[in-house]
């Protein structure tokens, strides 16, 4: 299995008071595998799409990635960098970037060297067919070219995995497909395991296996 957890539960801090989030989620993930996460708003997806990208800690309970017990939030930046990629609803791009320099910010923290960091960056943006895009900056594309960008910026240090949180949630129905196509495509060539976080139906039906989440718990 490319990720496990045992009992992983979360609980936060509101004003003294102990809210739960997430509790005794057992989940495994193998690796190549396509997943939806899928539940109403509030029902702990998106805090346990941040603990698996190591975005943030447990309270209680374990998780393995790649073998490795995940357990020390110093290491948590560098399994970040090497081994997660994020796809946002919200795109999170730079808005004063242009599109290629989108995709190497991630490169710069793993001291690639510009010309490779170049180099890498335009073959991605060609791999999501934005090739004739590459020094527009982000208002100048469409939202569906703004969401290509931020696949090819989260393939840009080939990590195993990547997390997308409603990643058509912003998008019309025909770059929604289009976004759809492109990561589908992404987990059937080049074996990236896919996690897609959603409340659309639709969405969740692309995956090999629906993961159904209510009130912090799987169902």
């Known amino acids: 299995m490319l990720i496990?957890?045992?009992?992983?539960?979360?609980?936060?801090?509101?004003?003294?008071?102990?809210?739960?989030?997430?509790?005794?989620?057992?989940?495994?993930?193998?690796?190549?595998?396509?997943?939806?996460?899928?539940?109403?708003?509030?029902?702990?997806?998106?805090?346990?799409?941040?603990?698996?990208?190591?975005?943030?800690?447990?309270?209680?309970g374990s998780y393995w990635l790649g073998g490795e017990l995940i357990c020390r939030p110093a290491n948590l930046p560098k399994i970040r960098r090497e081994k997660i990629g994020f796809v946002f609803q919200t795109f999170n791009l730079l808005p004063r970037l242009s599109a290629i320099v989108n995709v190497e910010v991630p490169m710069v923290y793993c001291g690639i060297k510009p010309k490779q960091r170049r180099q890498r960056s335009s073959e991605l943006l060609n791999l999501v067919g934005l090739s004739n895009r590459v020094n527009h900056l982000p208002n100048q594309l469409s939202g569906g070219e703004r969401q290509r960008v931020a696949i090819a910026r989260a393939l840009a240090n080939e990590p195993q995995i990547i997390l997308a949180d409603e990643p058509t949630g912003n998008l019309d129905s025909r770059s929604g497909e289009d976004i759809l196509k492109l990561l589908e495509k992404l987990n059937r060539e080049n074996k990236v395991t896919l996690i897609i976080v959603t409340h659309d139906e639709k969405v969740a039906g692309r995956a090999g296996r629906i993961v159904r989440m209510l009130d912090g718990r799987i169902v």
Request: net charge negative; with cysteine; hydrophobic share 35%.
């Open 4 to 60: 496990r957890t045992e009992n992983l539960s979360k609980t936060y801090q509101l004003d003294g008071i102990a809210v739960p989030a997430l509790a005794e989620i057992n989940l495994n993930i193998a690796e190549g595998e396509f997943i939806s996460i899928m539940g109403p708003s509030g029902c702990g997806k998106s805090t346990l799409m941040h603990l698996l990208g190591c975005l943030d800690t447990p309270t209680e």
